[in-house]
């Protein structure tokens, strides 16, 4: 107790001047327990004696001052738990005071805070500063560097084209030989690394098709091969593949013989032409890959093309016979043999380009290796005549009208049927073979075919009908179009 208190409660007993007591005095938790402990009740009764929560007389006779209500509660509950007790209330709320001055004087922060600027009306907002905007582009800096070396990581794991082996056809093999050439698939371009028994290394090239090839020697015994595929761009190297082959041990009985496996046969793989397939190119390209060390094109003519195509936007129709003038592109060559070629293979690929009439060609390609029979392969192929075009133009005088037909390959034009054509009109018509032109004013229509001016249709007969082909000038048709 203070020496504050003594003297207010000595003044309320009327002894002013009682000697003062220098003990300093319980907190005020502690002397709530006291009394309440004298009074020899315990905390459930005291809750139900004076309506104060168990939780808050505990935190009371704590101390713990935190867990109570704001200051106007915990004045009412001091002051009715004092007078429960018996207490003076006024001496608990004064020494309640002095306690609540001390905490916050030991909690005190010394420094001041910095003064905070004003905030504008409407709200706060958000400032960007140029060492924002740096900051940023740094942050997306890195983030594009650590994509793209990602990326570039990725590219160089997964870019790399597996080797493959395609001769032999087994990774463990028997083969009776000094020597065999290996054959496989890779990337295009990609560089071959064998690596023999002996250690020594055979290297090679593939192709733009990713085919390779290479001779190794082989001795008695197991030899064991390791082929690996370098990309050229990237320079990373494909799984290793390993190969086994095993050369058989000569018979250790006298006289006995050993019977070597037979060689693989030739084998030839054609990438052009296409069998069936149609062109109006006559200059064909005959390519592919082979096993074999040459090979040769023999052609044979099988007749004229199955269908001709009709005009452009015209339905299909056979051509008339009766406008079929001699020397027509679909008449059979001479003879039956075609372009023919005999071509030495060094890299396992071929490609020869010949020449073919108008018709059906049956071409037979023939590989050859030595001491192996040959294998022979034959595709079949269309070569027809390019469509043609005719620009047909008026050149009457203002005024005058001429009539005029054309049919493309045997069939009518649409809108040039016969009817009048005035000055200065043209059309623009395709057929795979021929033109048959009727006009009553023959004098008066130009032609152009194909993009070659062809003049006037005829300047000595007035009318008729005349036979239009590439190569020639119009001619006489013997019936009317």
Known sequence: MTARHQLRLGKRLGRERTPIDSTPAPPV???????????????YRAERDTKIRLHYLAALEDGDWEELPAPVYTKGF??????????????????????????????????????????????????????MIIAGLVVVAIIAFVGYIGVQLLRFA?????????????????????????????????????????GQTYNTTADQNGAWNRDVPLSRGQNNFTVIATDPVTSSDSKPLDLTIVVPLPSASPGATTTAAPPPPITTTLFSPTSGSTTTNPQVTISGQT??????????????????????GLPVQSPSPSVEPSGSPLASPSVPV?????????????????????????????????????????????????????????ILVAGNNATLKVTADGVTVP???????SDQQSFTVTAANQFCVRSNHAAKISLTLDGTPLGLLNNSSPSGSWIVKPGQSPQPASSPC
């Open 29 to 43: 938790g502690e002397t709530l327990q006291l009394a309440r402990e004298r009074k020899g009740v315990d905390l």
């Open 78 to 131: 001091l002051r009715n738990y004092a007078i429960y007790l018996g207490l003076e209330p006024d001496e608990i709320l004064d020494r309640w005071r002095d306690e609540m001055e001390q905490m916050r004087s030991a909690t005190r922060v010394a420094v001041a805070p910095p003064p905070m600027p004003l905030a504008e009306p409407g709200g706060r907002r958000l400032t960007v500063s140029p060492a």
């Open 158 to 198: 997964t870019d790399v084209t597996p080797v493959a082996l395609t001769y032999p056809g087994n990774v463990y093999s028997q083969i009776d030989a000094q020597e065999i050439t290996l054959q496989g698939t890779a990337g295009r371009g990609a560089v071959i690394r064998i690596t023999g028994p002996d």
């Open 291 to 312: 096993s074999g060390t040459r090979i040769t094109i023999a052609s044979t003519y099988e007749g004229v093309p199955e269908a001709t195509p009709a005009p452009s």
């Open 338 to 394: 075609g372009p023919s070629d005999d071509v030495t293979v060094a890299s396992g690929s071929f490609s020869e380009q010949l020449t073919y009439p108008v018709g059906h060609w049956r071409i037979t390609i023939t590989a050859y290796a030595s001491g192996l029979a040959p294998v022979a392969q034959d595709v079949e192929i269309q070569v027809e005549p390019p469509a043609v075009v005719v620009h047909i133009l008026g």
């Open 415 to 421: 809108g040039i049927s016969g009817g009048p054509v």
